[in-house]
Structures are given as structure tokens and as C-alpha cells.
């Protein structure tokens, strides 16, 4: 199986990403509307890539959305996912100016995903490294995303891919050759 690699960021190039998203959300709570700051210099900012913004308040879930497929630059696709993960997760209300100053991101940079082979659910999970692979999962209208972080509540492999398979809408023991598989690795910015 091919190795694995995300962007990584030095401190500096993290800390302008963390900056720009705060700006979004700052204006987010403001003017309820999303913008994209001014584009930064760095090198690294401008590379395509995709992303997931998970965002907390008190240290509770608040929002997390993302995408599997890299197509803009990370700074404007981390910049969006912040905006959607504050004010268009439907799982929870929009960020509200008082819960900002006890808010925190993560925004997890995803390596190309790569595809598996489906020779079954053991096989899979045998295949799985705990901690460190994220996976996706997609049949026919059916599609399912866990980036690695999730592995901190699911600390198995079966539990890993039976929650995943729920979060995708089939049944937890439901399995099918169909099921096309692909894993992938993040860089946290945090």
C-alpha cells in the first residue's frame, strides 16, 4: 500500500492559518455572512488540499465540516470549513458572539486518499492502523467519512468501522463487496 503524506505546516504557517479562520469567524458572528480574507503569502497556504475544521466551545463538538477532495488552495478551504463548521452544521445552531472567546479549532489537513482494496470487513480491519488511518466509506447514495481523530472515542477497529458504517446509513453488521474503501492521513493544526 502506497505511503501516505499530508502538507505539513511549520509554526509560523499554522499560526497564519489559525488567524485567518479566526478572522472568518469573527465576521461570522458579527455579519452572519462569510468572506474570505486576504491571501496570505505563504507557499505552503497556497498548496491544494483538502481539510475538515472541527470547532469547540467549552471543549464540546460545536461543528466539524470538511471535505475528502482537494481542489482550492488550504487557506480558502479551511477558511470555508470554519465558516461552515460555526454556522451551517446542521447538527447544532450557529456560533454565537458569546460562545467565540471560549471556542477552539482543529483543522485536520488530509493526505490524498487512497484506494482499498474491499476484500471483506476482517480483512479491513486487520488492515487498519488504529490511531493513525482515516477512512471513507461510499456505496452507491451512501457515504461516510472519520477522520483519525475519531479513533480517540473508538479506540478499536471493529468499533471504528461499525460506527462508521452507521454514521453512512447501513446497519452496523451490514457489509457488501460493494463498498468502496479509502483511507487517508491528516497534519493537525491546532
Known sequence: MPALSSIELDSDDQSQLKALIW??????????LFFFPP???????????????????????????GTTTAKDPLWRDACRHGFSSAFEDYRFDSLTEEELADARFEI????????MTNTGEQALI?????????????????HAVFLPSVWQKLPTAEAFV???????????????????IS????FICR
Open 126 to 142: 486487520d488492515q487498519l492502523k488504529v490511531g493513525i488511518d482515516g477512512l471513507v466509506f461510499r456505496e452507491k447514495q451512501l
Open 39 to 65: 491571501e496570505p503569502e505563504s507557499d505552503a497556504l497556497l498548496q491544494v488540499a483538502a481539510s475538515f475544521v472541527t470547532l469547540y466551545v467549552n471543549d464540546q463538538l460545536r461543528g466539524c465540516i
Open 23 to 32: 478572522q472568518v469567524l469573527r465576521q461570522g458572528v458579527k455579519e452572519q
Open 162 to 180: 461499525r460506527a462508521l458504517k452507521e454514521k453512512g446509513g447501513w446497519q452496523a453488521d451490514y457489509w457488501s463487496n460493494n463498498i468502496q
Open 108 to 115: 485536520s489537513i488530509l493526505s490524498p486518499m487512497v484506494p
Open 183 to 186: 483511507r487517508f492521513h491528516t
